[in-house]
């Protein structure tokens, strides 16, 4: 079993007697092994954000089954285990900060699970350290920028020690220097302390970086894969209103003018490289 598994599930949110079910997700099935990085993709309303809240059991699902390192979220004893083990990061920074000092604010988590108090101590440093911000910890939050408050919140979740980190669109908000802090210190905790990650993003450039990119579309998976399986797929994206990254679209464009380039271009420096060689055939 994967540390995240979901089994046939479909979510439907609350109607009343007279209302017809509104169906968000549909016979969702899939796995997230333990260390990977994962990201969910699909424009607005295609349910990847309830998918998300369901992997740390804010959400049930209304059909199906979801395991948290083999945990079911459906029994109710086992919530405040399932979330010590997945903690959610959300798209607003300014809805989990909630003390006057930095430090304060990330020693908040663990406080309410009982850590003890030099425990406490040890872990806020260490959380504050791994996200860059140890210099900051005596700041007022609402004096940070949108990445530094996002990287406060991101510490939060750390100091509770969690398996896995779910991140709901956590750069929508953000500048692109607030993104990119907040990505490197996305992936240099998936990297150093093989932390699991589960980036919910519109953003493909964000996309590349995960090991396994799964796309949504109207309540159910349309493609999953590497991200070189899934962004080689341009047309099937592209009638379903997705964006591929950059440097993919203008190598596809290319060869649709009859070019004979690669079909799996990610990264500008691939795209750079392969016009290059091109050029100087010519």
């Known amino acids: ?15 009343g007697e007279s209302e017809a079910p509104n169906n968000v997700l549909t016979d969702i099935t899939m796995k997230i092994e333990k260390g990977e990085f994962v990201a969910l993709l699909g424009h607005n309303g295609s349910g990847k954000s309830t998918l998300a809240k369901h992997f740390n059991a804010m959400l049930l699902p209304s059909g199906g089954k979801v395991y948290v390192d083999s ?26 900060l909630v003390a006057s000092i930095v430090e304060e604010d990330v020693a908040f ?19 504050l350290k791994a996200v860059g911000m140890y210099e900051h910890r005596s700041h007022a939050p609402h004096k940070l920028s949108g990445g530094q ?3 406060v919140a991101i510490a939060g979740i750390l100091a509770m020690e969690p398996d896995c980190i ?18 490197d210190t996305i992936r240099k905790l998936n990297r150093e302390k093989g932390i699991t990650v589960v980036l919910i993003t519109h953003y493909m450039d964000e996309a590349v970086l995960a090991d396994r990119v799964v796309v949504m579309d109207d309540g159910k998976i349309l493609i999953e894969g590497t991200p070189k399986e ?6 099937l994206l592209k009638n379903h209103s997705l ?6 679209e203008l190598i596809w464009r290319l060869r649709q003018a009859g070019f004979d380039f690669p079909g ?19």
């Open 264 to 282: 799996d271009i990610l990264f500008e420096d691939e795209c750079v490289s392969v016009l290059e060689k091109a050029l100087e055939g010519r």
């Open 109 to 127: 988590g663990p406080e309410n699970l009982g850590v003890p108090s030099e425990e406490i101590r040890v872990r806020v440093d260490e959380a």
């Open 243 to 248: 964006d591929v990254p950059q440097a993919t």
């Open 230 to 235: 899934v962004f080689s797929q341009v047309e």
């Open 149 to 151: 408050k996002q990287r």
């Open 71 to 96: 945990m079911d979220t459906l029994d109710e004893s086992l919530k405040y285990q399932i979330r010590r083990k997945a903690g959610l990061v959300l798209q607003n920074p300014d809805n989990q």
């Open 166 to 183: 779910i991140l709901d669109e956590p750069t929508a908000m953000l500048d692109p220097q607030g993104r990119t802090e907040v990505l």
């Open 1 to 15: 079993m994967g540390f995240i598994e979901t089994q046939n599930v479909t979510f439907s949110y609350g109607t």
